[in-house]
């Protein structure tokens, strides 16, 4: 028969609501998303096996990653088979040691809820998504999604080839995309209203259409990483355990755990199944050995006594990124196309916030695309403040990178007063995951199971529900925002240099939360030179009745004050920084003033 006589097969043609372009674990949760708002979606691409059966990184959920992938992605049930994250842990001092000594500057905060706080909940389901984070291995929950997505209505699974061509309509016409296999036997055309690109580091949209934001060249990170296997029990002994001073104890193994070194830093993920992904990434302009990224690798890791017992003989793969750092001027766009994961953009493994803002700026395009679908209304005003604030967020993230990988991360007290600093943009976000859990939970991610009280949720969350706009920042400008924590963080790393660079030694200092003692004792900071322990641990002390937590509330006291409590901290400790790094400047010029009349 002539070929142009033959039928054509049903995926040679398709038309849908949007089409996602890419498979990972960011196209296949927007896929699910988008068919339980009740839209008809392709999702395209044509994965290897290699690329099916690949650790990948973003194993460890953190703020809203956990929330939307746990519900959208019903996932629930495979989180509590994962392995159970207790909260994250950051070090500095560990090279050469083979403990957690008085030498070494922590900064840790253990998640985990006491029962009690657990028991009140409405819903059984609200303490996990809420805050029972996890860390997963990707290939396997990439898998479950892959199914479920061929079993949910509405969705097209079309892992038959990779998107060459997009033609975007003019008006109210359909984008049409060509897709093509990787033997080329077979291609095809997606007709559609919506195209949201999450194509990971290949980048469809952002590259053809120029979207790249130039990112300074001051600033360049590599990341190389493996993931192991045999890594038990066993391994982490009791040099592993921090003791609080009520005798409550934390096992750092069991956090996120992060080793910082000068220009580095190492992540420790454990996983089920006795595996751990290991990651080093640094800063390029001054690597901290010779070599290529996996020689690094190695080398950096063998400065850990305490990390011995990782060998090549249970490494399960090794993979590195040269550039790590990309980031694109916009998430929507007026056209009808969006760009969000790796597509858009990513800054740093560091406080995995990559699954995290993806989730968010995923839900925020939906709502955009879906009122456009449903009603012919693109909301231009939200589809600006989406772009404004997100961007705004990666801002943030980049400031806190960036400043940890300077000589400051050897004073202990930027350590520190960094770490918090962070805290107050985290802490801030605390209402908007309280709000976004509430909405997914008792909507299952379904518009048309809204009433009015998840209406208000969710008009709320599309002004709130970003990094740079949770309160006490909302009255502000995205972008105004992003700039006071950039220079915040250039403070604290300019006077933690002076002091450095002058023979100021402080000791190293450490400070743990849990959730029921979540704040440090910044107030002791003038006199850990003078304590036995310079250690900021609180003791846990009885909570207050309105910290707990139902579920079922618009606005939880505690965590409508948490951002403003935390900012208020941190602007305490740093004005002490200011005044005391000012008094030793005074002084040194004294001095240095009476050796000149000498």
């Known amino acids: 028969m002539p070929e142009n006589d033959r039928a054509a097969a049903p995926w040679e043609h398709l038309r849908a609501d949007v089409c996602v372009v890419g498979s990972g674990i960011v ?46 992605g019903e996932l629930d049930e495979a989180f509590q088979k994962s392995f159970h994250k207790a909260g994250f842990w950051m070090a500095h001092g560990m090279e050469g040691r083979t403990s957690f000594d008085e030498s070494v500057s ?30 997963i291995v990707r290939p396997e929950i990439e898998a479950e999604l892959r199914e479920r997505a061929r079993k949910t209505e509405g969705v097209t699974l079309l892992e038959r080839g990779l998107v060459r061509e997009v033609e975007l309509g003019r008006d109210a016409a359909d984008h049409t995309l060509t897709w093509v296999s990787r033997d080329r036997r077979e291609q095809g055309r997606i007709d559609t209203r919506w195209i949201v690109d999450c194509s990971g580091r290949s980048r469809l949209l952002a590259r053809r259409f120029g979207h790249d934001l130039p990112l300074d060249s001051g600033f360049a990170t590599t990341a190389a990483w493996g993931q192991f296997s045999h890594c038990s029990d066993d391994l982490f002994d009791e040099r592993w355990t921090y003791h609080f ?40 302009n001054r690597p901290p050995e010779e070599g290529n990224a996996r020689e690094v690798f190695w080398q950096v890791l063998r400065r850990y006594p305490v990390l011995d017992w990782l060998t090549e003989d249970h490494l399960l793969e090794f993979s590195a990124y040269k550039d790590v750092q990309h980031c694109t001027d916009t998430f929507v766009s007026p056209r009808r196309y969006a760009m969000v994961g790796d ?57 806190m990178v960036r400043s940890k990988y300077s000589e400051a991360i050897g004073d202990s007290r930027f350590f520190i007063l960094d770490h918090l600093l962070d805290l107050t943009v985290f802490g801030a976000a605390m209402l908007g995951r309280f709000r976004a859990t509430r909405w997914l939970i008792e909507t299952e991610g379904r518009t048309s199971e809204e009433n009015a009280e998840h209406v208000r949720l969710r008009t709320g969350l599309s002004r709130r529900m970003y990094l ?33 660079e002058n023979g100021v030694e402080l000791p190293a200092t450490k400070a743990a939360m849990r959730a029921y003692a979540a704040l440090p004792g910044i107030w002791r900071l003038p006199f850990v030179q003078r304590m036995a322990k310079a250690d900021l641990t609180l003791k846990a002390v009885k909570e207050p009745g309105f910290t707990s ?22 602007g305490m400790g740093t004005l002490y920084d200011i005044a005391d790094t000012r008094v030793r400047k005074l ?12």
């Open 245 to 284: 001073p009520d005798g409550d104890t934390a096992r750092r193994d069991r956090n996120t755990l992060h080793l910082w070194g000068a220009g580095y830093w190492i992540w420790i993920i454990r996983l089920a199944g006795d595996r751990v992904s290991v990651g080093v990434t640094y800063d390029r």
């Open 106 to 135: 922590e900064w840790g905060f253990e998640s985990d809820l006491p029962q009690h706080w657990i028991d009140k909940a409405v819903n059984p389901l609200f303490p996990r998504v809420m805050f029972e984070d996890s860390q």
């Open 27 to 72: 196209g296949l949760i927007n896929s699910l998303a988008y068919a339980k708002r009740g839209l008809s979606v392709v999702c395209v691409d044509q994965p290897t096996e290699k690329q099916l059966a690949s650790y990948k990184v973003g194993e460890s959920l953190l703020i809203y990653s956990n929330a939307f992938l746990r519900v959208l």
């Open 587 to 598: 002084r040194k010029f004294g001095r240095e003033l009476r050796r000149g009349r000498r």
């Open 343 to 399: 597509a858009s953009s990513i800054i740093d493994a560091y406080y995995s916030q990559g699954l995290s803002l993806s989730m968010t700026t995923s839900w925020h395009i939906a709502n955009i695309a879906e009122r456009d679908i449903r009603d012919g209304h693109l909301d231009t005003g939200y589809l600006d403040h989406v772009n404004r604030a997100v961007t705004a967020d990666w801002r943030i993230m980049r400031s």
């Open 468 to 500: 740079s706009q949770s309160a006490p920042w909302h009255h502000l400008d995205p972008h105004r925002v992003a700039g006071i924590v950039e220079s915040w963080h250039r403070g604290l790393e300019r006077r933690a240099k002076w002091r450095l």
């Open 549 to 570: 937590v139902r579920g079922t509330e618009y606005r939880p006291p505690v965590m409508a004050v948490s951002g403003s409590l935390v900012l208020a901290l941190a």
